[in-house]
């Protein structure tokens, strides 16, 4: 098993929430620590009802602020903040994988920085706030945080399927197709990836991983977000 060493206070300063602290501790909760530790309850359903509060908060947010937009777009802009990829930036950005529960095989393999992890634990601070605090509070605390994410939510939603995206933007500039080039360190249970992509002459990227695929993902991704703020 793997107990935090961060002050659980520093976290709550950060959430700017007076959160019970029994909450928390389930919000951080992860189902490989119960596991290890006699099948103490885990955060999984704190992070189903965290799911609805964040994506409630998010669509009341969207559909109040961009009058204009159709239902299809309101839907593409909703799906790229509340993305996996979007939710682990956040949770990166409050530092919340040193605060984790988790088991020694999460902890072995890297559990504190996988994206679905943090994503999950991020939808689980949401419910727990909602239990405890209610609905405004737990509203306002998923708006402070995604706000970064809504004033960017193009960048999300290559974010969802960045491969993708960046060969459809080479495309559009009459460009090669993105070529991959992947290398590997370190033993087999921490071995770390590291992929580097190009599009012809406009852009080389690299991006790091623990498999790789997900290093080819983040080189994509970074690819993307020159390639297309370079682009009218």
Excluded: C
Excluded at 112 to 122: H, N
Excluded at 199 to 211: D, I, K, P, Q, R
């Amino acid at each position: 098993m793997s107990e935090p060493q961060a002050d659980r206070g520093s976290l709550l300063a950060t959430l700017g929430v007076p959160l019970n602290e029994g909450m928390l501790e389930l919000a951080l909760t992860h189902r490989s620590f119960a596991y290890e530790n006699g099948g103490v309850p885990h955060n999984e359903r704190l992070e189903f009802l965290g799911d609805s509060v964040l994506g409630l908060a998010v669509t009341q947010r969207l559909y109040r602020e961009n009058p204009e937009l159709s239902e299809g777009d309101l839907a593409k802009m909703r799906s790229s903040v509340v993305s996996t990829v979007a939710l682990a930036e956040v949770a990166e950005s409050i530092g919340l994988g040193q605060h984790l529960r988790l088991g020694r095989g999460e902890e072995l393999t890297g559990g504190r920085s996988k994206p679905s992890i943090l994503a999950d634990t991020m939808e689980a601070i949401f419910g727990a706030v909602y239990l405890d605090l209610g609905h405004e509070a737990a509203t306002a605390l998923v708006l402070r945080l995604v706000e970064p994410l809504l004033a960017d939510s193009a960048r999300f939603g290559a974010a969802m399927d960045p491969k993708t995206s960046l060969q459809e933007l080479a495309a559009s500039l009459d460009a090669p197709a993105p070529t991959y080039a992947v290398s590997s360190e370190g033993p087999d249970h921490n071995r770390t990836f590291t992929a580097v992509v190009s599009v012809g002459e406009l852009v080389t990227a690299v991006g790091h991983g623990t498999s790789k695929k997900h290093a080819e993902l983040a080189a994509a991704l970074s690819a993307w977000t020159e390639l297309s703020a370079r682009t009218p």
